[in-house]
């Protein structure tokens, strides 16, 4: 295995002929009323949803990628708010798809509904914690007793033998609490914490935006983490930089000069024991799959984007079969063309493993193929170029 394969993960598959995930907004009803919603959900499912048959053909259309398939997850709004979930989920499981489920805090994330869908083959499930506390939580989230109802979903399906990863949505709402998030991650116990880098699409494009700076101190921490804590990001393509940039750096036995907020961040993990115990044996690469690259998105009426958070549609899968979409259209070989990046993700020297966020890309200037607004590196001033070459392979 290369240098690069150990450090950043990569699909078996080549991805310009098959996703590694393919995410199903099974619906966009959703009680809630979350400051970061990027399908800006609302109470009642939409007249236009995938039905049953339709949702079993897609599924079926992604089992025709190959074997093995592609994770398939379905989310929402709240995907509990359809009662053929579990129906769908086994029959998922049926044809050979490994299937998760992204409920929300509701009172439907109960014992009964996880029991059913596990029961169905569902394998792992996935849950937002957007602050330490019931107070901060509920109100990011819009809706009171959203927190207890989060946690008790969270260890119910533990119990229940379904793998957890819970998200957080990293804004200048909860920079103050992110630490504390990661503690409680970490007391509680999931298979994966991962730190969602915003998008302004949505209801988030009324969340404070961090700076390019910010979000380098951010991604150091998270990596500092994953020394102790299964860390991944969303949206946070330059998390793969950072990882090969600190493996270098980490050989040569140097620190990164990083900013005041990666100094807080981890002067407060200091104080939560965040650093304290064993070393995990192995940190968990961050896997080589970004918008249109690995991943693709189908919406609640069949639309199918690059990402959920990239509102570009290559076409319907009412009209056109999935895996014709996701190879052959115009939007999606853009995207896999590192060569057609503009700006400083187009110039940099780690594109072919970053390439940068294509949806913050297009919610900040309209051009998905622009450079990424957080991202801070200008492309070429790492120091160390024979061994950043090595470990880029």
Known sequence: MSATGTLVRRPRRPVAERPFLVIWEAT???????????????????PGEL??????????????????A??????????????????LVAYGTGIGLRTAVSPSGTPTLDRAHLARVREAGAVALSLSLDGSTAERHDAFRGVPGVFDL????WRTARE??????????????????????????????????SGFLLVPTGRAGALGALTA????????????????????????????????????????????????????LTERAVELGLFEGELRTARRPPMDVSSARGFVFVSHTGEVHPSGFLPLSAGNVKDRELP??????????????????????GACEFAGVCGGSRSR?????????????????????FPHRDALREVLG
């Not at 592609?70 to 129906?87: C, K, M, S, W």
């Not at 957890?164 to 990661?182: E, F, K, Y």
């Open 213 to 264: 700076a910010e979000c380098e101190d951010v991604l150091h921490f998270l990596y500092d983490l994953g020394a102790r804590m299964p860390v991944k990001t969303t949206e946070g393509h330059h998390f793969r930089r950072v990882a090969l940039q600190r493996a270098v750096l980490d050989r040569r036995g140097e620190r990164p000069a990083l900013g005041p907020l990666h100094a807080a």
């Open 51 to 68: 039905d049953g048959a339709a949702a079993r053909r897609l599924m079926d259309q992604v089992a025709s990628f190959g074997k093995p």
């Open 150 to 153: 989060t946690l008790d979903g």
């Open 324 to 345: 014709s979409l996701y190879r052959e259209s115009e939007l999606f070989q853009s995207l896999r063309d590192t060569g057609r990046l503009g700006g400083r993700c």
């Open 160 to 193: 229940l033998g379904l793998k957890v990863q819970v998200n957080t949505t990293v804004s200048r709402h909860s920079l103050p609490d992110l630490t504390d998030i990661a503690a409680l991650v970490r007391r509680e116990g999931a298979m994966l914490w």
């Open 28 to 46: 966009r009803a959703c009680p809630l009323a979350c400051l970061h919603c990027r399908a800006e959900a609302v109470p009642r499912r939409h």
């Open 361 to 381: 890309a297009y919610a900040v200037t309209g051009d998905p193929l622009a450079e990424d607004p957080w991202c801070s590196y200008a492309p070429g001033s």
């Open 70 to 87: 592609p994770l398939f997850v379905v989310t929402g709004g709240d995907p509990f708010q359809r009662p053929d979930l579990a129906e």
